[in-house]
């Protein structure tokens, strides 16, 4: 267990549609990254925060949109959902202190119809 | 932007042999990852290497940073069932201050055969 928590595990949804990723970082974790994993194109940077702002930006679509909360957990939300955007997404966190390592959840499983 | 080229793509050994797999690029890092995957799962950091020509072990893994950091090597001595998975390495495209992003390689799928 990474002690990262991530909500929902699974979620089907039609194409279109709106949902929302929740994850809580591990304890005393400050940054959450977001990763998307597809068969095609592996495991994707999307966005990176810190204590609550945006730091970096990777391939994430105009369509996806990320916060983090003063309590440091944070959202993902994807819209206007399409096919293409089935994958499954990872929450990542990491404490600066413990230099260049991170820790993965189990990811929430999107599949778009 | 930067690639890791990860190899081989998949591997079928029988229980009990050694693993050799590696990540190259023609970027240079200053650190090197290796994580694995199990299905299901989210990727577990293996081994993490911080300067050209370390060599770090993990059990019965030993992961290298390559001395040109453009690359490196992962092995497994003596496999088991329990290391099938899919491995990853890693490496921080860092740009200063807090930010990182890592960028992984595209796997390599192990299968060990009891």
């Known amino acids: 267990d990474s002690g990262v928590t991530q909500t929902p595990k699974h979620l089907i949804t039609a194409t279109g549609q709106r949902v929302t990723l929740r994850c809580s970082p591990r304890?005393?974790?400050?940054?959450v990254y977001w990763y998307q994993q597809s068969l095609d194109q592996g495991l994707q940077f999307l966005i990176q925060?810190?204590?609550?702002?945006?730091?970096a930006k990777g391939n994430i679509l105009e369509r996806f949109s990320a916060q983090q909360f003063p309590d440091l957990h944070s959202e993902l939300n994807l819209s206007s959902l399409e096919l293409g955007d089935s994958a499954l997404y990872f929450c990542?966190?990491?404490?600066?202190?413990?230099?260049?390592?991170?820790?993965f959840g189990e990811g929430s499983w999107l599949t778009v119809v | 932007g930067q690639q890791l080229n990860q190899s081989p793509q998949s591997m079928f050994i029988q229980e009990g042999e050694d693993v050799s797999m590696n990540c190259t690029s023609s970027?240079?890092?200053?650190?090197w990852l290796w994580y694995k995957q199990d299905p299901g799962e989210g990727p577990v950091l293996l081994i993490a290497?911080?300067?050209?020509?370390e060599l770090t072990s993990n059990g019965r893994l030993t992961a290298q940073f390559g001395i040109t950091r453009k690359d490196s090597f992962l092995n497994i001595s003596a496999s088991i069932p329990s290391d099938v998975g899919i491995y990853f390495c890693?490496?921080?495209?860092?740009?200063?201050?807090?930010?990182?992003?890592?960028?992984f390689g595209k796997g390599t799928l192990l299968t060990v055969n009891p």
């Open positions: 970027s240079i890092f200053n650190t």
């Open positions: 925060y810190y204590n609550g702002e945006e730091r």
């Open positions: 304890s005393g974790d400050l940054s």
């Open positions: 890693a490496a921080p495209a860092a740009s200063g201050g807090s930010n990182y992003k890592l960028t």
């Open positions: 290497l911080y300067k050209a020509g």
């Open positions: 990542a966190s990491s404490h600066l202190t413990e230099g260049n390592t991170i820790y």
